[in-house]
């Protein structure tokens, strides 16, 4: 198939899902055309099958803002017609699927239909979609889409709830690959990060609001008092800098390193023995897999889809919402029994087999013959 991907090539986890997707279907004999405004960050090197188109929104005084749906939306136009796309898959609703929906009605002018899969990763629907500046534009979209997939149940069931969805959503859970996501032997680079063999805790994000981080370095600071240990936090966004003073202000400079942006995150998980993940929202926790794939147990809130990733007990703990001292007691109960804690590492491994790329990948490609097969009976019809 040629397969059109849209996405953010950003760090959130809607474009490394995306990423990865099409860098699969590229492996797998599909030829992949991702459409966005930059490289996305999984897009490393050079892979057969695999090709970006730059979406460039022109500047232009009368302009506040650079019209990057009209741009997005002739770019797609353009790689549909030219490459002879089979299928355009949106990641993110917005602004994608109302973008996808210009570009497949301007194709319909040009004698081509254009099935359009959305993909709904959770911020989408949660936070930003539902917003009445949003919501009428994005239940059209979603239901001039040919074909609908959320990442979770949670999502699934949160999307019928706030918005009048007249599809079938099917859910595909995210993946993790495991030719990357590995446990890896990196004991020169754990002895530089904890010389006297503390114990690493590690958080992923993109230091929004909604990740509660300051969750993190509350349950951290309370693990401090009775285990020796380190914590990572990797990525970068709007709460960075206040997590940097709450850092200072409860005197943990010494053992909280902000490591920022990070290409090879399985480097750092593969030294990792608790990954903290506190959301108040979180339609999957894509980070979360990843972590788990490494071998690391997860300490997760019960938001949104978490409890599909995180199993209670058995891969890690799930606490409440903002329950920080319970968090941390949790913490504390796994990380001082090594017994219970290499039996947590071997059934988050155990767990995260189950989203493996090579069972989710021919979920993708069977709906999306299933979305071109019923696109052409409509049409003939
Ligand atoms: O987590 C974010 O804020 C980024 C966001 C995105 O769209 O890039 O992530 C969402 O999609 C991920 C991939 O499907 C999910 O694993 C995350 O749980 C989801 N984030 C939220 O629902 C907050």
């Keep these: 198939m040629k397969i059109g991907i849209v996405c953010y090539p950003t760090y959130g986890g809607s474009g490394v899902l995306a990423t990865e997707l099409g860098l699969g279907l590229a492996r797998n004999g599909h030829q992949v055309h991702f459409i966005t405004y930059n490289r996305p960050v999984r897009l490393s090197s050079f892979q057969e099958n695999v090709y970006l188109h730059e979406v460039e929104a022109m500047d232009y005084p009368l302009f506040e803002y650079a019209p990057y749906e009209t741009a997005l939306a002739s770019k797609i136009v353009d790689v549909v017609l030219y490459e002879k796309l089979d299928l355009l898959h949106v990641h993110y609703a917005i602004p994608h699927a109302s973008v996808a929906y210009l570009a497949k009605k301007i194709l319909l002018a040009h004698g081509k239909y254009i099935p ?13 979609g539902h917003d009445k500046s949003f919501s009428p534009v994005v239940t059209f979209s979603m239901n001039k889409s040919d074909g609908i997939t959320a990442v979770s149940q949670y999502l699934k069931d949160k999307t019928n709830s706030l918005f009048e969805i007249e599809k079938e959503i099917k859910v595909i859970y995210n993946f993790v690959d495991f030719a990357r996501f590995q446990k890896k032997n990196k004991d020169h680079f754990k002895m530089a990060i904890a010389p006297e063999g503390e114990k690493i805790l590690v958080h992923v994000s993109n230091f929004r609001k909604v990740k509660r981080v300051e969750d993190v370095i509350q349950v951290f600071y309370e693990i401090l008092k009775s285990i020796p240990s380190k914590l990572l936090l990797i990525g970068d966004g709007p709460e960075r800098a206040n997590m940097e003073r709450l850092v200072r202000k409860l005197n943990l400079s010494a053992d909280v390193r902000f490591l920022g942006k990070q290409d090879a995150v399985e480097e ?24 788990m794939a490494c071998e690391v147990p997860i300490i997760s809130s019960n938001a949104g889809g978490l409890p599909e990733v995180n199993v209670d007990g058995v891969t890690g703990y799930i606490c409440e919402v903002g329950d920080t001292a319970d968090m941390a007691a949790k913490s504390i109960l796994l990380l001082s029994d090594e017994e219970k804690l290499s039996e947590f590492k071997h059934n988050a491994l155990e767990h995260a087999k189950k989203f493996d790329l090579k069972y989710i990948l021919p979920q993708y490609e069977n709906y999306y013959c299933e979305v071109i097969e019923q696109s052409r009976i409509l049409q003939v019809g």
Excluded: C, K, Q, Y
């Excluded at 359009?116 to 930003?128: A, F, P, S, Y």
């Design 116 to 128: 359009v899969v959305t993909t709904l990763h959770g911020t989408d629907i949660t936070l930003v």
């Design 268 to 291: 750092i998980l593969a030294v990792s023995d608790l990954f903290l993940i506190p959301s108040e929202n979180e339609s999957f926790g894509l980070a979360a897999l990843e972590a």
